[in-house]
């Protein structure tokens, strides 16, 4: 393999964010530049995603959970708090399951434990489809329409041609890959009580993709977990309220031994 491109800032315990789909790592710009006098950010490109190297089968998210600590392994580095939004959550809960003794803490942001339904995995075929026929470009508008909630739109205008752009430069081979590797994924409903790591469950209240109530059932299964749902906010927590999202991330990281 590969490696997988990554930007990074600051020094300390590292925190590794990864992204959710069909994005790459400028989502979390707001953590790179807000978390960096508390924590070693990392912000990496999944495979098929960003800079990093294409792919073109499914990537399933075992095979991206194993990408990041190939990633942690470059960088001299045993263990790490990690973090994911959305389909970054399923990564973030593979890597728990794969690598448990790596894991320092952990952040699910506007995410789920559970696997998809019949209905939900023929969509992510169609996905794929659609990526590899038509191209990113022209689905961008389709895909960013779910992400922000109303109050976001109209506050800030400028996100909407922000998200855009960055799904519009996604390689569809890469955007399929993924697709295909989510539809498969396991339930890891089942895992949370084993995490005992201190965990952070961000959504937003807005989250149209996503309800609420899948961060609050996941925060009830983690031993130490807190849950934070911001008003106002969509699928993307982390960008549309970063000072809140980064407030709730610095007090995770003062209990992380
Ligand atoms: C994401 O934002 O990563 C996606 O909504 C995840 C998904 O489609 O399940």
Same mark, same amino acid.
């Given at each position: ?33 807000? $978390? ?6 990392? &912000? !990496?490109? *999944?495979?098929?995603?960003?800079? #990093?190297?294409?792919? =073109?089968? /499914? ?72 990526? $590899? ?6 689905? &961008? !508008?389709? *895909?960013?329409?779910?992400?922000? #909630?109303?109050?976001? =739109?109209? /506050? ?93 991330? =610095? ?7």
């Amino acid at each position: 393999m590969k490696k997988l491109y990554h930007a990074e800032a600051g020094h300390g315990m590292p925190l590794v964010l990864i992204h959710g789909f069909p994005l790459d790592h400028t989502l979390w710009h707001h953590q790179l530049g807000g $978390l960096r006098d508390v924590a070693r950010v990392i &912000a !990496p490109d *999944l495979r098929g995603f960003g800079k #990093s190297p294409e792919a =073109r089968r /499914a990537v399933t998210m075992e095979q991206h959970a194993r990408d990041v600590a190939h990633l942690l392994d470059r960088l001299g580095l045993d263990r790490a708090v990690i973090g994911g939004l959305s389909m970054g959550g399923y990564v973030a809960l593979a890597f728990a399951e794969l690598f448990p003794e790596r894991l320092t803490g952990l952040i699910l942001c506007n995410t789920r434990a559970v696997a998809d339904a019949d209905d939900a995995k023929k969509t992510r075929e169609t996905v794929a489809r659609r990526a $590899l026929e038509e191209g990113m470009t022209a689905l &961008a !508008p389709i *895909l960013v329409q779910p992400l922000l #909630s109303d109050q976001t =739109r109209k /506050a800030q205008p400028q996100l909407i041609k922000f998200m855009e752009a960055m799904i519009g430069r996604q390689d569809p081979a890469g955007v399929a890959a993924s697709s295909r590797g989510m539809a498969v994924r396991p339930d890891r409903m089942g895992l949370l009580h084993r995490i005992k790591v201190p965990a952070l469950v961000v959504t937003g209240n807005g989250d149209r993709l996503m309800a609420p109530a899948e961060s609050e059932a996941m925060a009830a299964r983690l031993p130490n977990a807190k849950l934070m749902v911001i008003p106002g906010v969509g699928h993307l927590s982390c960008l549309e309220a970063p000072e809140a999202f980064n407030q709730a991330a =610095r007090e995770l990281l003062a209990t992380v031994d």
